[in-house]
């Protein structure tokens, strides 16, 4: 019987001890706004409740059994007080009076901060005994957004992302659509200001040689917060003065049925060219974009979103054009660089002056120097150059010479002169004798 009693006695003990006791709560709360840490107890009379934090009273509230409570009013002050540590939560604790009757020794907390966090105890003692709770606190600031842009600050090319106000510290990863066996290094900074938060700035160098890649930034934080995703592409293109064309859009893989808005900007106010309703599929272009554009609603939910581009004008539609597509917590963006032609045959004015005259001036001044410098050059070649003498007044000069010499240098000339009738040439010599 000793044993019996022994085990009787020991089940009853743990029975008084555990049947008060509840299970710990954990409530996970927002920076800056308001937090709830819950405690129920059973109702009694002449309750006071007192909320520990780390085994330090941070709140205690006292009220009289005499108080009418079933009002939704705070009841009689007189007969109740609430006290709050100023160190601890200054003065941004509260429970609510009126349900205090009703076993509800909930704890308001206004304006909660990184501070807060820890594991609070709320004990109530009533008329019909006393009530343990423990609930642990945990805030976080969560991400509100996240930026990705193309940035050309550091001598080149990078992708930079970045988040700001968050907590804890997140987790950045980067990957690119289509993959690519390259490896991806990028520089992650994370910073933390006076309050505990964190800016983290991550930036990936560009890919040489792969110009069509979709960069793709994601950012998590612990406690089971969704992943944040971010990705862009940049490209340039080139059209003519009246002639369609299509500007490419298109979203990477892990968006699913996104909304859709295009944007256009030319160094002024940017311009909203039209937004896709995913789930109404209505796109209406803003004037003056709708005598323009034209998109085709039923390839968007396929990832789709290209924007047709009618009877482009050079100084209207030159300029950069956004896409964007969106869900909570993904956008996707591509940028493009276009640049309207004239047409074919027809040369567009610049809008600034012209300095091709002064090319035109000094090239014609260049060629009027030449000109007379090879005009020069031959007109005092054709005088210092001796003229020659014509054929037939030579050989008289020759045979004036020759009449002027030896007799018998004489003879043989008046014979080869004459030597072509041999009976004139005897005939002369005779007389001659």
């Not at 109702?43 to 780390?54: A, K, L, N, V």
């Not at 859009?249 to 859709?260: D, I, V």
């Not at 040369?347 to 001036?361: A, C, M, R, Y």
Request: aromatic share 8%; with cysteine; proline share 6%.
């Amino acid at each position: 019987m000793s044993a019996i009693h022994t085990w009787a006695c020991f089940l009853l003990w743990i029975s008084f001890a555990t049947q008060d006791k509840t299970p710990d709560v954990t409530v996970t709360c927002f920076v800056s706004e308001e937090c709830v840490l819950p405690c129920s107890f059973q109702p009694g009379s002449e309750e006071t409740i007192e909320w520990f934090r780390q085994d330090v009273v941070v709140y205690k509230f006292e009220r009289d059994d005499d108080e009418d409570d079933d009002g939704e009013g705070d009841g009689d002050s007189s007969s109740s007080e609430e006290h709050s540590d100023p160190k601890q939560l200054g003065g941004r604790a509260s429970v609510f009076p009126h349900l205090v009757s009703r076993g509800n020794a909930t704890l308001i907390l206004r304006g909660s901060g990184l501070k807060d966090r820890g594991t609070y105890r709320c004990h109530v003692r009533t008329s019909n005994g006393e009530h343990n709770a423990k609930v642990i606190l945990k805030v976080e600031a969560p991400i509100r957004g996240l930026s990705l842009e193309l940035s050309r600050l550091s001598g080149y090319e990078e992708m930079k992302c970045t988040v700001r106000n968050v907590f804890p510290a997140p987790r950045v990863t980067w990957t690119t659509e289509p993959a690519t066996f390259e490896d991806l290094r990028p520089v992650t900074r994370m910073l933390a200001d006076k309050h505990g938060l964190y800016t983290v700035d991550s930036r990936l160098k560009l890919l040489n040689g792969q110009s069509n890649l979709i960069y793709i930034c994601r950012v998590t934080t612990p406690y089971g917060n969704p992943t944040w995703t971010a990705s862009l592409r940049e490209r340039e293109i080139r059209g003519t003065q009246g002639t369609d064309l299509t500007i490419p859009c298109s979203s990477p893989s892990y968006l699913n049925n996104p909304s859709l808005e295009w944007s256009f900007f030319n160094g002024e106010d940017p311009s909203h060219i039209l937004t896709y309703d995913s789930q109404s599929g209505d796109s209406i272009p803003s004037p003056p974009w709708d005598k323009h554009v034209e998109l085709d609603g039923f390839r968007v939910p396929f990832g789709d979103g290209s924007l047709r581009l009618m009877d482009p004008k050079h100084s209207e539609h030159t300029g950069s054009y956004t896409c964007i597509f969106s869900m909570p917590h993904n956008t996707h963006t591509e940028r493009t660089d276009l640049t309207i032609d004239g047409p074919v045959g027809e040369k567009i004015t610049s809008e600034g002056p012209s300095h091709w005259w002064i090319v035109g001036l000094v090239v014609m001044g260049l060629v009027l120097a030449l000109a007379g410098m090879l005009g020069y050059l031959k007109m005092k070649g054709s005088i210092g150059r001796k003229p020659r003498n014509d054929p037939e007044e030579v050989t008289e000069l020759h045979l004036v010479k020759d009449s002027t010499g030896d007799g018998n240098l004489n003879e043989s000339s008046t014979l080869g002169v004459g030597g072509t009738n041999g009976q004139s040439g005897l005939h002369a010599g005779s007389q001659t004798t």
